[in-house]
C-alpha cells in the first residue's frame, strides 16, 4: 500500500505540474492578443509540443498504476479522473495555442480594439481553470461546483460578445479579417472554459463517485451560427 501511495502522490505532482503549465500558457497566449507580441505569441506555440508530451507522460503513469497495483475504490477513482482531467488540460493547451496563432495573425492585421468583453472572458476563463485545478489539489467538491456555475456566467458573455461583434462588423467592413480573429479568440476562450468546467466535473467525480452530465446550454442562436461561419472564414491562411 505504500508503494501505491507513492505512485498517487508522484501522479499527483505530475498532473499538477501540466496543469500548472497550462494555466501559464493561457496567460502568455491572451498577453499576446492585448500586446500584439508576436514573441509570447511563438513562446505559447513552442511550449504546447512541452504540454503534449507531459499529456503522455502522465497517461502512461495513469496506466502503470492500474496495471501493477489494481488500485479500488477512492484511489482507482483518483487515477480514472486524472486520465479524463490529463486531457482536459491537453485540449486547453491546444486552445491556447489556438489563440497564439491568431495573434501571430492579428500583428499583420490593421490594429483594432480588442473589446472588453472578450478581456473580461479571458479574465473570467482563466479564473474557472485556476478553480478547477485548485479543486482538484484541495479534492473539494464545494469548489469545484462553483465552477459549474462560472462556466453560466462565461457563456453569457459569450452570447453577448456575438452580438457586439456582428455590430463591429457592420460599422467597419474595412478591417472585417481583424474582427473575424477577435471572434475566433472569444470562441476559444468558450470552448477552453468548457474544458475546464468539465475537469470541475471529474473533480466532483473523484471526491463524491457519482458521474456529472455536462448540460451545454444555447448560445444564441442564428446570430452564433452566422458569425462560425465567419469565424471558420477567418481562420485560416490571411490573403497578403
Not at 485540449?91 to 501571430?104: H, M, P, Q, V, W
Amino acid at each position: 500500500m505504500r508503494h501505491l501511495q507513492r505512485e498517487i502522490d508522484r501522479l499527483k505532482r505530475k498532473v499538477l505540474a501540466l496543469g500548472a503549465l497550462v494555466e501559464e500558457n493561457l496567460r502568455l497566449a491572451f498577453q499576446a492578443i492585448e500586446q500584439r507580441d508576436s514573441a509570447k505569441a511563438r513562446r505559447v506555440i513552442a511550449t504546447d509540443e512541452l504540454i503534449d508530451q507531459s499529456e503522455v507522460d502522465v497517461e502512461e503513469e495513469c496506466l502503470k498504476i492500474l496495471a501493477l497495483y489494481q488500485p479500488v475504490a477512492g484511489d482507482l477513482r483518483f487515477v480514472a479522473a486524472v486520465i479524463k482531467i490529463n486531457s482536459e488540460l491537453e485540449r486547453i493547451g491546444d486552445l491556447s495555442a489556438n489563440i497564439a496563432e491568431r495573434a501571430l495573425q492579428l500583428v499583420d492585421e490593421h490594429p483594432v480594439a480588442v473589446p472588453l468583453r472578450v478581456a473580461v472572458m479571458a479574465d473570467r476563463t482563466r479564473a474557472i481553470l485556476e478553480r478547477a485545478l485548485d479543486a482538484l489539489v484541495r479534492q473539494d467538491a464545494v469548489m469545484a461546483r462553483e465552477v459549474l456555475v462560472a462556466d453560466d456566467e462565461v457563456d453569457e458573455l459569450y452570447a453577448e460578445l456575438i452580438d457586439e461583434l456582428k455590430g463591429v462588423i457592420r460599422g467597419d467592413l474595412e478591417h472585417l479579417d481583424a474582427i473575424v480573429l477577435l471572434f475566433s479568440v472569444a470562441r476559444y476562450l468558450e470552448r477552453l472554459a468548457d474544458h475546464a468546467t468539465n475537469i470541475a466535473e471529474d473533480v466532483l467525480y473523484m471526491v463524491e463517485g457519482e458521474i456529472q452530465r455536462h448540460n451545454q446550454a444555447a448560445v444564441a442562436p442564428g446570430t452564433a451560427e452566422e458569425l462560425l461561419e465567419l469565424g471558420d472564414l477567418g481562420c485560416g491562411d490571411q490573403p497578403d
